[in-house]
């Protein structure tokens, strides 16, 4: 069973470098979500997905691109990192019937030089 | 906008004692969901419990419990007899209901850390 996994867990990359962040998950939620995590921030939403194909901006989108072909996976890149991305991303999905609950990857921890 | 306030930066106790986290919201959704997830010291975040805006009823899950007050827009949660395993990162966290009865993206309280002391 494994869930809702994250690739890479760390990453280190210099300003102006393309990144992108794996998620993957194996209960075919149709939900997915991406959020970051900074000291001081708690965790606050990137962009989400409600299908494949259908994706929507979250709070604080800017510099961020996400794509959904396949219902499983939901890849966020940053196009041209900046110093103000380094964070940890944590990716999460849920389910469509009722009240389901996210559930959250393990994170990647992203350090832009 | 919705808002999600968890005004207790930092608290440290000694082991054995109980712990009140609070938690503050702001929504003008009639409906909605509040959570509390744990971020112990590993880095993931666990869910605790989840609990819509029609039930105000207060939860007890073994040492944890749950007291919301639609009221006073606060959820607040309560560990008794706390563990050395407690020290953790705790959120809340709230989220509108969608159409089809599901959690819309969720908006997260900056967290509140706990430190048991053996």
Redesign the interface.
């Known amino acids: 069973d494994a869930g809702i996994t994250q690739s890479p867990r760390y990453k280190i990359t210099e300003t102006g470098r393309q990144v992108t962040l794996m998620c993957h998950q194996t209960w075919s939620h149709s939900y997915m979500f991406w959020y970051r995590q900074d000291l001081g921030h708690g965790l606050r939403l990137i962009y989400y997905s409600a299908a494949a194909d259908i994706t929507d901006k979250g709070e604080v989108p800017d510099g961020y691109v996400v794509s959904r072909s396949k219902t499983e996976n939901f890849p966020l890149t940053l196009e041209s990192a900046t110093r103000s991305q380094t964070s940890v991303y944590f990716c999460a999905s849920r389910g469509t019937s009722g009240p389901e609950t996210q559930y959250f990857g393990p994170g990647t921890r992203l350090l832009v030089l | 906008a919705q808002k999600?306030t968890q005004a207790q930066t930092e608290i440290s106790v000694v082991e054995k004692e109980d712990v009140t986290l609070d938690c503050v919201y702001e929504t003008r959704d009639t409906t909605y969901?509040l959570?509390w997830?744990k971020q112990p010291p590993s880095?993931?975040?666990v869910?605790l419990i989840?609990r819509?805006s029609f039930d105000e009823q207060n939860e007890i899950s073994g040492r944890y419990s749950w007291n919301f007050q639609k009221s006073t827009s606060s959820f607040n949660f309560t560990i008794t007899a706390s563990q050395v395993v407690d020290s953790a990162v705790y959120?809340c966290?709230l989220s509108a209901?969608d159409s089809?009865?599901?959690?819309d993206?969720?908006?997260?309280?900056?967290?509140t850390h706990l430190i048991i002391q053996p």
């Open positions: 999600v969901y959570f997830y880095g993931e975040l869910f989840r819509n959120f966290a209901i089809g009865g599901g959690a993206g969720l908006t997260f309280g900056k967290g």
